[in-house]
């Protein structure tokens, strides 16, 4: 297939160079390629309407693209990739700074874990990068400002596991109202302990749900499931699951149930949610699970609380200071009270595993991947962390002769006159813009246009001082 081209600004004015044959794309129609999965969040983010054949831009050649992916990136997400042609290297590893330094050069898009620091450093380096991929939940490890500020969008995948920590906690509220944790310890140690004493069914016990987002949510329909009665309180109203109810305050959620399970965002608000006095106000032998972030409870009033035996039992996922690998780390080292901590009934430890299974890595492949494609392929960032979200529907088999152009500017007075005055002469279907901070994203779908009037087109709009990146695709 005649694969289109686009024309777009690096970050530096020596690669300006325009493809000398620019053909519009006579490409036939391919589905957006992704494996099928159940759990991928793969909508479609783009409808052109039942008859319309959606015309799939690609941005350069297909063999043009440069993708470099490190840190054992999931396979599905390397599939999705390299099924649009594009050139993708995989490392199984991280790359120590020089070696990024060298590799990052020459790449369009990078896809990384949490171990790649993207620094302003390295991002300099990256003359040719229109997009990074965080196959992960944090984005923490780049330079989101840096990106931002040049034109790179950065897109991850934040809940593509919420349904892997809904699930350790619903094995957490059997093992703790159990106390399967200490009966497996004894056998280890050789120990028969056959106890029934404070072991309780969860059939017919409350559990109250802080936070009901995607894993507050999930949690409530498995929970349900098993026979729980479901309460949960947050700070938005929202549409309860099933027979769920939301409670108007923490204090009646805390009062009325037997299980209580934090899953709130680490807030200002939400740091230290969980303290002596919410302790207090628990039904006596109830029991805590926190499986979102370590500064949500206030783990030396849990160690009281649970010494006291007015908490009968918990499960922690998540800590106020998490070793960057694995090794015996937790400790007094780590975390001041680990070693009282550690001496609990009763008590759950796991090492911040509630989304680290083979199907979350699977879905985070799938998501970010798509997410990287639809940019690159149609420069949509919905998703994107530091870009303002903008997205057109799809150009059609129809419009053959219509070209989306891509102008990321410095969000300053009179950018959008002189970029409609360069687009005046033109016939444009649709048009959006938004800002975020101190940049701007502005896509337009132009029609009747031909390889010339593109050229000059992407030459005026390089030439405006409030230019970040200009791309056209068709
Ligand atoms: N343990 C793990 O491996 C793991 C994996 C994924 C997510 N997490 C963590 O789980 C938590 C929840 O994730 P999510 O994807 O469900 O998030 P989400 O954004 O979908 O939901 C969070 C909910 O909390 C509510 N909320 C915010 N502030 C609140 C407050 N002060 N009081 C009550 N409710 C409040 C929000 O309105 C929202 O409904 C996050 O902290 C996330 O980092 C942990």
């Given at each position: ?16 160079n ?25 909508i ?60 990052i ?11 790649t ?61 159990r106390?399967?944790?200490?009966r ?10 056959k106890?029934?004493?404070?072991c ?12 009901y ?8 329909v ?6 729980m ?32 399970t ?24 109830s ?6 972030r ?28 998490e ?105 444009v ?17 132009i ?18 001082s ?9």
């Amino acid at each position: 297939m005649a694969a289109a081209r686009d024309i777009r600004s690096p970050h530096n004015n020596d690669s300006h160079n325009v493809s000398s044959s620019l053909n519009f794309s006579t490409s036939p129609t391919v589905s957006f390629h992704s494996p099928s999965s159940g759990y991928a969040g793969s909508i479609p983010i783009s409808r052109t309407g039942p008859l319309a054949t959606a015309k799939h831009l690609k941005p350069f050649a297909t063999e043009d693209i440069k993708v470099l992916l490190l840190e054992n990136v999931n396979q599905t997400g390397r599939d999705i990739l390299s099924q649009q042609g594009y050139q993708v290297e995989f490392l199984k590893s991280s790359l120590p700074e020089d070696q990024l330094i060298e590799k990052i050069k020459d790449v369009h898009v990078i896809g990384i874990r949490s171990k790649t620091k993207l620094t302003a450093r390295v991002l300099k380096e990256a003359k040719n990068l229109i997009v990074i991929g965080c196959f992960c939940i944090g984005t923490n490890q780049v330079d989101l400002q840096y990106a931002a500020d040049h034109g790179i969008a950065v897109f991850n995948s934040p809940f593509s596991n919420s349904r892997s920590v809904a699930e350790l906690v619903i094995a957490e509220i059997i093992a703790l109202a159990r106390q399967l944790g200490d009966r497996s310890n004894e056998m280890h140690l050789g120990t028969w302990n056959k106890v029934s004493n404070k072991c309780w069914e969860i059939r017919g016990k409350t559990l109250g749900i802080i936070g009901y987002g995607h894993i507050g949510s999930q949690l409530s329909v498995l929970a349900e499931a098993m026979g729980m009665s479901v309460i949960f309180y947050d700070v938005v109203n929202l549409m309860a699951m099933g027979t769920s109810k939301q409670v108007p305050t923490l204090e009646a959620l805390l009062a009325e149930s037997d299980f209580v399970t934090c899953h709130v965002p680490e807030l200002p608000e939400t740091r230290n949610m969980i303290t002596q006095k919410q302790f207090e106000q628990m039904k006596h032998g109830s029991y805590l699970i926190n499986a979102s972030r370590g500064s949500v409870v206030d783990i030396p009033a849990l160690v009281h609380a649970m010494r006291s035996g007015k908490i009968a039992g918990a499960a922690l996922d998540v800590y106020p200071n998490e070793p960057a690998g694995n090794g015996d780390y937790f400790n007094d080292t780590l975390n001041s009270w680990s070693t009282d901590l550690c001496g609990l009934k009763n008590l759950i430890l796991t090492p911040h595993i509630g989304g680290s299974t083979e199907e979350a890595q699977s879905a985070i492949g799938v998501e970010v991947a798509q997410a990287l494609v639809r940019y690159v392929n149609e420069g949509a960032t919905l998703g994107a962390v530091n870009l303002p979200e903008v997205n057109l529907r799809s150009l059609t088999m129809d419009e053959p002769s219509h070209a989306r152009v891509i102008f990321i500017h410095k969000n300053i007075p009179g950018v959008l006159r002189m970029v409609n005055e360069i687009l005046g002469d033109h016939n444009v279907d649709k048009q959006m813009t938004d800002s975020r901070g101190d940049v701007a994203y502005l896509m337009a779908d132009i029609s009747d246009v031909d390889t010339a009037t593109i050229k000059d087109l992407y030459e005026r709009l390089e030439g405006l001082s409030s230019r970040i990146m200009t791309r056209i695709l068709y």
